[in-house]
């Protein structure tokens, strides 16, 4: 079986959010499974061609617009980059470029070039890699992922004529959204199958608010729809062999992760004195809920908690941190933008890792923190409530409300203050297996359903 993955992002050469690493970990996870499974994603600017090989050129329309792409792929031919002189090669991979559009449409425009050639089925990767579907003319079997629908690849009606939309597409029926068109529409109208990230996201798109005004079209194609949840590289992503900690560590040496969480707070800058340590590596957005978590701080100093914070994202949420920081120096430390080595030592270190998002497709932080043995403080929606079992393996509130958090924290020191309970909690978390093999088994499962075969063994 051959699949090709769309993707506008992949790491290690690109990546914004779990995108990116899930489409880095779950085609290596497929492969295992004897599947021959391939990546395509745009060669973005600041992506190094260094040990690239060159591939075939092909010249093509769209619209009034001829074009010519190369495409470049690894020496192990599992990521090939598409690459479009002037349309992707910008310093970032989305941005707010007006011809967003006629980028994502150009790239998809090639994905269905590259996938009619050789491959079984093709997996389309949300907004920017569904309009794959309108080109591909339901010649290959096509699954579409939603990864969060938040994110749907808006534009205006001009571009229906410039991106070369069928006429019968244009309606609401087809891509448009509220006098817009939505790109994403292309992939959930056209797909034979859909999947989420979650099964709990699977569900809550059927109704709104989870469905991001497409409910309805979402409930219509409810029997192609599948909630399959992401994992993570347990290889990749493992606390006894990173070398980005100070002290490494497993289940049954958790005195290494007590020294870590004093190299944490001599790091951030904050006394070792105290009670328990949360942490939170996140983009600072609505959707994140980390406005919960700033309304919560100030009254938090009667627990003698420290709060160490890597995020960046909205200005004005940054600048109540920062804020805050500065009011409570001995309690709150922030660190702007993203550092991985800085984000695992969080994960390595503090006693608890927040995640108050509002919603939440999947979510990696809640994995990768219990992989790390940092107890996750979830607010119970989509992929969060799939992984965290309250008071098992973490902790959960349900109303995206500060008094919520609140009582989930008071419920946090408690624990803290019962240590062999949280030792429990935390090994229970650590024990969990959050590795690729079960999902990628479920997609190939679903691959072989829709193109009559057998699936792995």
């Known amino acids: 079986m051959r699949v090709l993955h769309v993707t506008g992002e992949v790491a290690p050469y690109s990546k914004t959010g779990g995108l990116g690493d899930v489409l880095g970990a779950l085609p290596a996870a497929q492969r295992a499974l004897g599947l021959h499974v391939e990546v395509l994603t745009p060669l973005y600017g600041f992506v190094r061609r260094q040990g690239l090989i060159a591939g075939e050129t092909y010249d093509f329309h769209l619209g009034s617009h001829a074009l010519q792409a190369r495409l470049w792929r690894t020496p192990d031919a599992h990521v090939t980059f598409v690459d479009i002189p002037g349309l992707l090669d910008r310093?970032?991979?989305?941005?707010?470029f007006a011809d967003n559009p006629l980028r994502f449409g150009a790239f998809c425009k090639?994905?269905?070039?590259v996938a009619r050639r050789d491959f079984d089925v093709v997996n389309l990767h949300d907004w920017q890699a569904a309009a794959t579907a309108i080109y591909l003319d339901r010649s290959?079997?096509?699954?579409?992922?939603?990864?969060?629908?938040?994110?749907?690849?808006?534009c205006g009606f001009h571009?229906?004529?410039?991106?070369?939309?069928?006429?019968?597409?244009?309606?609401?029926?087809?891509?448009?959204?509220h006098g817009h068109l939505s790109l994403f529409k292309a992939g959930l109208v056209l797909a034979d199958r859909i999947t989420t990230v979650s099964p709990r996201y699977a569900q809550e798109i059927l109704t709104e608010p989870g469905g991001q005004q497409l409910s309805g079209l979402l409930s219509h194609r409810a029997h192609d729809l599948r909630g399959i949840l992401n994992g993570i590289d347990a290889g990749a992503w493992d606390p006894m062999h990173d070398t980005h900690l100070r002290h490494r560590f497993d289940?049954?040496?958790?005195?290494?992760?007590?020294?870590?969480?004093?190299?944490?707070?001599?790091?951030a800058g904050l006394p070792?004195?105290?009670g328990p340590v949360f942490g939170v590596v996140s983009r600072a957005t609505w959707q994140k809920g980390l406005d919960l978590v700033a309304d919560v701080l100030p009254s938090s100093h009667l627990w003698h908690s420290r709060f160490v914070l890597l995020a960046d994202g909205d200005h004005d949420l940054i600048a109540r941190f920062r804020g805050l920081a500065h009011g409570f120096p001995d309690r709150v430390s922030i660190r702007m933008g993203f550092d991985e080595g800085f984000a695992r030592r969080i994960y390595g270190g503090a006693d608890f890792i927040l995640v108050p998002s509002r919603f939440e497709p999947c979510g990696l932080t809640q994995m990768?923190?219990?992989?790390y043995g940092a107890i996750p403080i979830v607010r119970a929606t989509g992929g969060l409530a799939d992984t965290v079992r309250d008071g098992e393996t973490g902790l959960s509130f349900f109303d995206p409300h500060p008094g919520a958090l609140h009582h989930a924290l008071e419920r946090a020191v408690a624990l803290h203050d019962a240590p062999e309970t949280e030792r429990v909690v935390r090994r229970a978390g650590m024990a969990q297996d959050w590795s690729w093999a079960g999902p990628a088994r479920e997609y190939a499962r679903l691959y072989a359903e829709m193109i009559g075969t057998a699936p792995p063994v």
């Open 368 to 371: 990768f923190g219990m992989r």
């Open 159 to 177: 571009w229906a004529d410039a991106l070369d939309i069928p006429h019968v597409l244009r309606g609401y029926d087809g891509m448009e959204f």
């Open 91 to 96: 310093s970032v991979p989305y941005g707010e």
């Open 140 to 154: 290959r079997p096509v699954v579409q992922t939603i990864h969060n629908l938040a994110y749907q690849g808006l």
């Open 251 to 267: 289940a049954d040496h958790l005195d290494a992760r007590l020294a870590n969480r004093d190299a944490l707070l001599a790091e």
């Open 110 to 113: 090639v994905a269905s070039i």
């Open 272 to 274: 070792p004195t105290g």
